[in-house]
């Protein structure tokens, strides 16, 4: 079932100047389109490769390249609560982030949703300068950080990727940013663009700055909700387990600039065990029966795309276990359906 949700919203601005008058829910922004752009579907390569549970693996070098960022960083320092809630947060944001490419035709209402989660986060760093979660620059970061993560997941738990199927890769990325109505400018024109722009946020952009930090420092994580039967002393050292894991796993994704603006080295062998455990991922979730390694969101837009559910039916929400605390669930800034 098509929505059009086009009719009732005029064409608004996203710049990060002028963001509140961005109109709440509207998926259509000055820049970005005039009306609704066909979604991806289960015939992209984007399907296939975002929404695995293998991505979770990826979950802190997400988290730690977006806020590398200046203005994402201070955005996330001066207005966020992800870390009072890290897990919850994480799972709970996987569902409308994946929605926006596996909802169909009702992919740009949630797109314009997860934009307006933004309206308002502006304020000046520590440094004097200015940030606005908003700016397209920033807003086109945080995505190129998704559209990165689906190549690596592809490249590393994935089995590999032509060039050919990068280059089909950018294509649907920049379709999937379409879902957000935001201004299309800091899009690079071609693949080739894409890995300069990279290259050079890696390079010349990139901070090392104390929310890039806080990310990689698991040591302070909560409890998830559901685990508050675990021992104190036994969900610390989870909490060790993890940080060694994941420290594996993610500085081995970072590009060699990143490592070193974060302090980190890495050796060969480090390499080679990192490619080898991403191989045995690999092995492991092609022998699983294919539903299992999805996402819900996920998992929903197959069963709609092949007949098991209704086109329209309605979207999976995460579950009540991974809503923000009571305090926050009527802000217009958290994804907190009712549930």
């Given at each position: ?9 005029p ?22 389109y ?30 730690s ?19 009072l ?39 000046v760093?520590?440094?004097g ?21 689906t190549?690596l ?34 899009v690079?024109?071609?693949?080739e ?11 010349n ?8 930090r806080?990310v ?9 909700p ?13 909490v ?13 994704l ?60 309605p ?25």
């Amino acid at each position: 079932m098509t929505q059009d949700t086009s009719a009732a919203c005029p064409a608004t601005s996203a710049s990060g100047a002028d963001e509140a008058v961005v109109a709440a829910g509207c998926p259509v922004t000055s820049g970005g389109y005039d009306a609704p752009p066909a979604p991806l579907g289960p015939d992209s390569l984007t399907w296939k490769y975002f929404g695995q549970w293998t991505g979770m693996l990826q979950g802190p070098w997400a988290g730690s390249m977006q806020n590398m960022h200046p203005q994402l960083g201070a955005a996330v320092q001066h207005h966020s609560i992800f870390f009072l809630e890290r897990m919850p947060r994480l799972f709970r944001s996987v569902y409308p982030i994946g929605g926006v490419v596996f909802d169909g035709d009702r992919a740009p209402k949630t797109g314009a949703q997860v934009r307006d989660y933004h309206i308002g986060i502006k304020g000046v760093d520590d440094q004097g300068r200015r940030y606005s979660a908003l700016n397209p620059d920033v807003f086109y970061w945080a995505h190129a950080t998704f559209f990165k993560s689906t190549l690596l997941a592809a490249e590393w738990v994935g089995g590999g990727l032509t060039e050919a199927q990068k280059r089909q890769l950018f294509d649907e990325h920049v379709t999937w940013y379409r879902m957000y109505g935001m201004s299309m400018r800091p899009v690079p024109k071609s693949w080739e663009e894409f890995c300069q722009y990279w290259d050079h946020m890696c390079h010349n952009v990139l901070e090392n700055n104390w929310a890039a930090r806080e990310v990689l420092d698991l040591s302070s994580m909560p409890k998830h909700p559901s685990l508050e039967w675990m021992p104190g002393w036994l969900w610390r050292l989870n909490v060790m387990a993890m940080q060694r894991f994941f420290n594996f796993t993610t500085v081995g994704l970072f590009d060699p600039p990143v490592r070193e603006l974060m302090g980190y080295t890495w050796s060969p062998r480090q390499e080679r065990l990192h490619r080898l455990f991403g191989q045995a991922v690999y092995r492991i979730t092609k022998v699983l029966p294919t539903r299992m390694t999805m996402h819900p969101r996920k998992r929903s837009a197959w069963d709609r795309a092949h007949g098991r559910l209704p086109v329209d039916a309605p979207l999976v929400e995460t579950p009540a276990r991974n809503l923000p605390p009571v305090a926050y669930r009527d802000d217009p800034h958290y994804y907190s359906p009712k549930v």
